[in-house]
């Protein structure tokens, strides 16, 4: 028997969903107004379909995994439980990274200066570190985040998602980009009037944080890609963020309005001088 509860591996998550605050509900007449396109069923575990037990000692499911006896789905639901358990644990180890981050990430201090600048704080208080549940849809999708940014609250890192420092360090760098954003233009984040606004952030925050660098992704993602393979992976995560807006009716959307602003908003390395990472 192991002496560890091992965890099964994780596909990569999106590295921001950027949560807001939801709009104050008021009566209107308009008929015009956005709708929100429906989401797929979430899907339950079933023992019986699955094969993952919940009642059942970690150790046992880890075994049924390894022997064949879980489907994917099931396999989906044991890491969800695996990550109730050890909430506490993925969070200490997050918050050590994120305090490492504040005092010695180049990128993370350099960012924290530039939103002092604008009068905004950034710190302990509120960029937390908490347990974000994944969702299996019935069409078969994973959904899943490594982190947020909320105007009202402050920056939210997915500590079960958070593999590394490194990990941590990217997605930080990507949430403090999306906070100097909206301090410098106050950004249309749900996109109630278009979603230019978000697909430009998004475009911004991947190409800045170093989670495009060429090391991340070859090695963690499989791309090895050696021509315009920056370009593809901004461009790639900018549409699933902007895909995951609430105003956003389908990929075909989402591919467009990032297209729209492309050319002006990767070119824009505010506040870096250029690319670093």
Not at 47 to 54: A, L, S
Request: hydrophobic residues 30%; neutral net charge.
């Amino acid at each position: 028997m192991p002496s560890q509860p091992p965890d099964s591996p994780a596909p990569e998550a999106p590295t921001s969903t950027t949560p807001t605050e939801p709009p104050s509900s008021s009566p209107s007449t308009s008929t015009s107004a956005p709708t929100t396109p429906a989401f797929p069923r979430i899907v339950e575990n079933d023992p019986r379909r699955t094969g993952f037990d919940p009642r059942t000692a970690w150790w046992v499911n880890y075994f049924k995994i390894l022997a064949g006896g879980v489907t994917p789905e099931g396999a989906f639901h044991y890491r969800e439980q695996r990550y109730r358990e050890n909430e506490a644990r993925d969070c200490a180890r997050c918050d050590k990274f994120r305090d490492w981050a504040f005092a010695y990430s180049p990128t993370v201090r350099f960012l924290r200066e530039r939103v002092a600048d604008l009068n905004g704080t950034l710190d302990k208080d509120n960029v937390l570190c908490r347990r974000c549940p994944a969702r299996l849809t019935e069409d078969g999708q994973v959904h899943r985040a490594s982190g947020g940014f909320s105007p009202g609250h402050g920056i939210l890192i997915c500590a079960n998602e958070v593999r590394n420092r490194n990990h941590l360090e990217d997605t930080l760098a990507h949430e403090m980009v999306h906070a100097w954003d909206h301090l410098r233009w106050k950004v249309d984040w749900v996109g109630d009037k278009d979603l230019k606004h978000a697909a430009c952030t998004e475009i911004r925050a991947a190409m800045l944080s170093g989670e495009c660098r060429w090391t991340r992704e070859a090695w963690t993602r499989g791309n090895w890609t050696l021509t315009q393979q920056f370009q593809d992976c901004v461009r790639r995560r900018a549409v699933q963020s902007v895909l995951a807006r609430p105003r956003c009716k389908d990929d075909v959307q989402a591919v467009k309005v990032v297209n729209q602003v492309w050319d002006s908003c990767f070119t824009d390395t505010r506040p870096f001088d250029e690319v670093y990472r």
